[in-house]
């Protein structure tokens, strides 16, 4: 009897784990391999193995798209965290009907796909798109900005696009404090922004340390917003996995490049964790 | 430093959560607000703390006006139901926070500290975080954090409900013995009416914004001044009363539609309208022979109920049905079926307006 | 100040979506500004262009399957954890939401390969597995706050008096999950439908979904009908928003 229960949940679970372990594990398993082959004319020489492929993933204009796309992601990510603490300590203060209103039109650009988002972009930005005729049209500026088709253009559009991924998970965390908390600091003497230095920010932090790794994984795997927005001159990582996947077909190197994105992804992962748990060190709190 | 409230009034909405209250507390003085739940008691703590804004009146400390006063400088402090200890922060630097926030010099703050953790008796747990600690242990922090920033008035919101019925208890006493030893004006909020009654000088019954009654426990309990304070306090018998009549300067009149009985000299619904006769269990005698009180009938034992040091012993006087309460060594003789006298000295009963 | 910036956001996070509606409507061939006057003769293209009639027909196929299979696999996963806790619990969590982590630019090539190697590219099978495990982080965040809104107690009540683990499961938790699974379906639907970046790196113009059909029409030329076609997809993606808000999927869904 004890033996089933144990069994049980394995039971309910084996359908998932088959499913995943066909369509996730084993495509990624396939892309590693491949990243161990040469690539030739004929296609993938499985019976060699090398690790030129990663090696030329440091040469330097390789190395110049990954600069590029940190850069960029960089950029994003911290604009990003300037903007969450306002944004969603407004939101928690709002009563709770405005608050699922405001989140409903947050999240719902998020379910609209990036393609869209970047035509709207595109519409915006461009030379003769809405942002630069109507700073014209009120005289702000004579002759039209290069919003596009350069870093700024990507940036741009995807400062709104990723926001999500910090805003929800800090205003979770904002929404989660005991309120009793800020009115303990309050009668203890701190002023609205002591409060927020002291308490707040410290108890919220991890959530938010979680959001910014999600965030900046969200741009450095960014596509369609770069490619419209930035296009072939400034290239970012996932367009050069579409050109060497896709387009060469050299699916070693794209097998390389994919384990590498892959590695940095983890990387970046388990330091925001570490940083986490290094935040609330020995002070009991709730990761 | 004493408390002034007068008028106070807030609204969110559609609701007055509280409407029209005025109290003072003096100096020194450790002063309840009771009520059941939703009585405003505890927004009436928060509207003194200046967590909540008041909407018309005035809150004095001391002569000070604090009613448009930011929360930060009204130099009070508050202990919370769910102590609201900073989980971030060592037991140490939660204490220390008030003392951080006033800019004291490390040094003093080291003493300080020192001094309020071995007031509430936990020296040796300075490094320890709020999750290592026990209820009660949280508790007496939340406590020294309160009083080590010296403050002009200490409240407590219902800090005693997160804890056991044991620790409660001990602890009721010993916030009580601190707060005579150090003499800080205090005003507690609780639904406890033991607690009400063992921790305080002098209370505030609350009920829907207002104030009940206000008066130290032996007043409220044994002149309740309607009947919700009568109920809330304590059990009660209680018996309409009609045609009330006065005989040669005492008052009779109909209990029950059945009795005739003596009524207390004072007393509210004199003459007007429908009344109510409220008498406390205690203050019915039950025997087996006469009585021997002013009013006296005869009457059936329909149950003994053993509560341990004492019993309540439910008899029935016709139709009626009244809850007597004695030592149980008085009530062990009695068996239920068997007939007794019961009755009560006029004035142990209160005269009330009914509803 | 604080609430400047949370109404800047706002509308910048808005903006792109509502200017691809307002473009869509410009009654010439190309995007007048200011836009005074407004045409529909732009979906009237679209609706007619082919290749996007079949393309939102496919990209609906797979996201009603790509949903439906992940709800029952999900569903059937979640129930198992909450309710027998076992000792892998936090592991198996972790592995069914990795798939956010490894990002879809990785996955996409991942599957690119992989359905190359076993010769199913280009298939709606393995396009379905590669949405069907896109997906399933989102579905099971969601349905562990649904499996756990059931009480156990009633699960424990039915089977004291005589039904069985599984029928219990059928009679008395799934009825009672209703709402929760409509609003997974939901959202997963909508996660599907919009679904890009993997899409695009193992399909080819002949299995083309709704997004990567814009991508392609787009990389060609930006007009007006794109627009209109676009505008038709956020419409969409509007409705399904609407319906799960009313079904209050959306806090279920947003709070951690």
């Not at chain 2, 109290?23 to 967590?51: D, H, M, N, Q």
């Amino acid at each position: 009897m004890r033996d089933s229960a144990a069994r049980a949940p394995w039971l309910f679970a084996a359908p998932l784990l088959l499913v995943m372990a066909a369509g996730f594990v084993w495509p990624l398993l396939q892309a590693l391999i491949n990243s161990f082959h040469p690539n030739t004319p004929q296609g993938i020489d499985a019976g060699q193995w090398t690790l030129g492929n990663y090696a030329r993933l440091f040469d330097s204009f390789y190395g110049g798209v990954l600069v590029r796309t940190l850069r960029i992601s960089i950029m994003v990510t911290a604009i990003s965290a300037l903007l969450a603490y306002p944004v969603a300590l407004f939101l928690a203060r709002l009563p709770p009907r405005a608050q699922s209103l405001v989140i409903l039109a947050y999240v719902s650009p998020w379910l609209v796909n990036t393609v869209v988002k970047a035509l709207g972009w595109t519409l915006l930005l461009r030379t003769n798109g809405v942002v630069n005729t109507v700073l014209r049209g009120l005289d702000v500026i004579a002759s039209p900005l290069k919003l596009m088709l350069n870093e700024a253009g990507v940036v741009i559009a995807l400062i709104p696009g990723h926001f999500i991924f910090v805003l929800l998970p800090l205003w979770a965390a904002v929404s989660g404090l005991d309120p009793a908390l800020t009115w303990a600091a309050g009668t203890l003497g701190a002023r609205p922004s002591a409060i927020f230095w002291r308490v707040v920010l410290p108890l919220t932090l991890p959530a938010f340390v979680a959001g910014l790794v999600i965030n900046f994984i969200m741009n450095m795997t960014a596509f369609a917003i770069p490619m419209f927005l930035g296009g072939q001159r400034n290239l970012v990582a996932s367009m050069l996995a579409y050109q060497v996947n896709l387009i060469s077909l050299d699916w070693p190197l794209g097998g390389a490049l994919a384990v590498m994105l892959l590695a940095l992804t983890l990387i970046l992962v388990w330091a925001g964790q570490r940083a986490a748990s290094f935040l609330t060190a020995g002070r009991g709190l709730r990761p | 430093m004493s408390l002034e409230i007068v008028d106070l009034v807030k609204v969110f909405g559609a609701v007055r959560a509280v409407d029209g209250v005025s109290l003072s507390v003096a100096g020194g003085e450790f002063f309840t607000l009771l009520g059941p739940s939703g009585c405003g008691k505890t927004t009436l703590l928060r509207l003194i703390a200046g967590i909540y804004q008041a909407s018309n009146g005035s809150v004095r400390l001391n002569g000070r006006d604090l009613t448009a006063a930011p929360m930060h400088t009204r130099n009070l402090a508050m202990v919370f139901q769910s102590f609201a200890l900073f989980p971030h922060l060592s037991v140490f630097d939660n204490v220390a926070f008030g003392l951080r926030t006033r800019r004291v010099p490390r040094e003093e703050i080291r003493q300080r500290v020192k001094e309020a953790l071995a007031l509430v008796k936990l020296d040796a747990l300075s490094e320890r975080f709020p999750a290592q600690l026990s209820g009660g242990q949280q508790q007496r922090v939340a406590l020294a954090r309160a009083l080590v920033v010296r403050p002009d008035l200490l409240l407590f919101d219902e800090p005693l409900s997160n804890l056991d019925a044991r620790l409660r208890d001990e602890m009721r006493f010993e916030i009580r013995d601190l707060q005579r030893r150090i003499g800080i004006t205090t005003v507690l909020v609780t639904h406890d009416i033991e607690e009400a009654f063992v921790m305080s000088d002098r209370m505030a019954v609350m009920q829907a914004g207002k104030i009940m009654q206000i008066g130290r426990a032996d007043e409220i309990y044994r002149s309740p001044a309607s009947r919700f304070v009568a109920n809330f306090v304590g059990p009660i018998n209680e018996l309409a009363l009609t045609r009330v009549e006065t005989i040669d300067g005492r008052r009779r009149g109909i209990a029950a539609g059945e009795l005739t009985v003596w009524l207390p000299q004072a007393g509210a619904g004199a003459g007007r309208g429908s009344a109510s006769l409220v008498l406390r269990p205690e203050a019915l005698r039950v025997a087996a022979g006469d009585v021997g009180t002013e009013n006296r009938f005869p009457a059936e034992i329909v149950d003994v109920v053993y509560l341990g040091g004492s019993s309540e012993c439910r008899v029935k006087v016709g139709n009626l049905r009244l809850s007597a309460v004695m030592p149980s060594s008085a009530a062990a003789r009695f068996r239920p079926g068997e007939p007794v006298s019961v009755g009560w000295d006029a004035n142990d009963g209160v005269m009330l307006d009914a509803g | 100040m604080i609430r400047a910036i949370n109404f800047a956001m706002l509308i910048v996070v808005l903006a792109p979506v509502v200017v691809v509606i307002w473009m869509s409507l410009t009654p010439t061939s190309m995007f007048v500004l200011p836009l005074t006057q407004f045409s529909l003769r732009w979906y009237r293209e679209a609706l007619s262009y082919p290749g996007f009639v079949d393309a939102f027909v496919l990209s609906a196929e797979l996201a009603f399957l790509a949903a439906a299979i992940t709800l029952v696999l999900c569903f059937l996963a979640v129930y198992g954890i909450v309710r027998y806790r076992p000792r892998g619990a936090a592991a198996l969590r972790g592995f069914f939401t990795a798939p956010i982590l490894v990002s879809a630019v990785v996955f996409g090539i991942a599957m690119l390969q992989f359905v190359n190697r076993i010769g199913i590219y280009n298939q709606f099978v393995g396009l379905l597995l590669a949405h069907v495990v896109l997906v399933v982080p989102f579905a099971i965040r969601s349905l562990e706050a649904t499996v756990r809104a059931v009480p156990e107690e009633l699960e424990w009540a039915s089977m004291i008096l005589g039904r069985s683990r599984l029928s219990t499961l059928l009679r008395v938790t799934l009825p009672l999950c209703a709402r929760g699974l409509v609003t997974g379906f939901l959202f997963c639907f909508l996660l599907s439908f919009s679904e890009v970046t993997t899409t695009i790196f193992m399909t080819g113009p002949s299995l083309q979904t709704l997004p990567v059909r814009i991508y392609t029409y787009m990389s060609d030329r930006i007009d007006p009908t794109v627009a209109a076609v676009s505008a038709l997809v956020v419409l969409v993606s509007i409705v399904v928003l609407v319906l799960l808000n009313l079904l209050g999927g959306l806090r279920r869904l947003t709070s951690q």
